[in-house]
C-alpha cells in the first residue's frame, strides 16, 4: 500500500476537522476583527466553544491514527515537506486546543451543558493563553491557507491529490 492511502476513518476525519476548523477560524475572526453586536459576538462565541470542545475526543483519535501511519509506511524522497507540514498543522492545532481551553475565565459550556469548571483562575496565567490561542489560531489559519493552496497548485497540474482524500 502506498503511503499516501488514507484509511476510510482518516478521510472521514479530515474533513470533519476541516469544516470545523474553517468554521471557527473564520468565525472567530469575523467576531475578533469586526465590529459585531454584543448579542451575535456571545452566540458566536458560544457556538465555537461548544463546537471546537466537542471536537477534542475526534482530534485525538486522528492523532493516534496519523501516528500509526506514519509507523506503518515508508516515505520517498519527495514526501519530506508535506508531511513535515501536515505534521506541523497537528502540533499547531493542538497547540490552539489546549490554549483555547486553558485560556477560559469561565466554566465551558457545551450546548447549554456544563462540560468543566474553570482550569485556571490567575489572571496573569489567563491573559498568557489567551495571547498564545490568538498567536496559534493566527499560525493555524497561515497554514491551512498553505494546504489549501498546495492541493489547488497539484490540481492544476494534473496531480489528482483530492482523490487520495476521497472514499
Ligand atoms: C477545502 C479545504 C481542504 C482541502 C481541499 C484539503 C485537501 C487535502 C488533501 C487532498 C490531502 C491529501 C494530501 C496528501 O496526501 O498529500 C489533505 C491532507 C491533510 N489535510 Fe487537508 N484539505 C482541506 C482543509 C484542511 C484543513 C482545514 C485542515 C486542518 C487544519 C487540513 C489538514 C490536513 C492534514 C493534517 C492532512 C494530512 C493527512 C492526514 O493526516 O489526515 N486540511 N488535505
Ligand atoms: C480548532 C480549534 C479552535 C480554533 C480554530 C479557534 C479559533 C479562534 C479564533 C480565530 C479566535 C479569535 C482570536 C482573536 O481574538 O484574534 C478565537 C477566540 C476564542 N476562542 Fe478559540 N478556537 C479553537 C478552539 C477553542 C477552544 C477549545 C476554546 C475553549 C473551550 C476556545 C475559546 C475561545 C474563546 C473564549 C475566544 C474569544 C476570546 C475573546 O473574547 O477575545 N477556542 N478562537
Known amino acids: 500500500m502506498n503511503h499516501s492511502k488514507y484509511s476510510s476513518a482518516q478521510i472521514a476525519l479530515h474533513w470533519l476537522s476541516a469544516f470545523i476548523i474553517l468554521w471557527s477560524l473564520i468565525a472567530g475572526s469575523c467576531v475578533a476583527l469586526f465590529n459585531v453586536s454584543e448579542g451575535a459576538r456571545l452566540t458566536f462565541t458560544a457556538l465555537n466553544i461548544s463546537l471546537t470542545t466537542l471536537f477534542i475526543p475526534f482530534f485525538v483519535v486522528r492523532v493516534c491514527l496519523r501516528v500509526n501511519h506514519l509507523c ?3 516515505f520517498g524522497a519527495g514526501e519530506w515537506l508535506p508531511t513535515f507540514v501536515h505534521n506541523l498543522i497537528y502540533l499547531v492545532t493542538a497547540i490552539v486546543l489546549v490554549t483555547g481551553v486553558l485560556m477560559m475565565n469561565r466554566p465551558i459550556v457545551v450546548f447549554g451543558w ?3 469548571h474553570q482550569l485556571i483562575t490567575n489572571p496573569h496565567l489567563l491573559r498568557g493563553f489567551h495571547a498564545a490561542h490568538q498567536q496559534s489560531t493566527a499560525m493555524l489559519g497561515f497554514l491551512v491557507v498553505l494546504h489549501v493552496l498546495a492541493v489547488v497548485k497539484h490540481e492544476m497540474g494534473g496531480n ?5 482524500m476521497s472514499f
Open 72 to 74: 506503518k509506511y515508508k
Open 114 to 116: 456544563s462540560a468543566t
Open 160 to 164: 489528482r491529490i483530492l482523490k487520495r
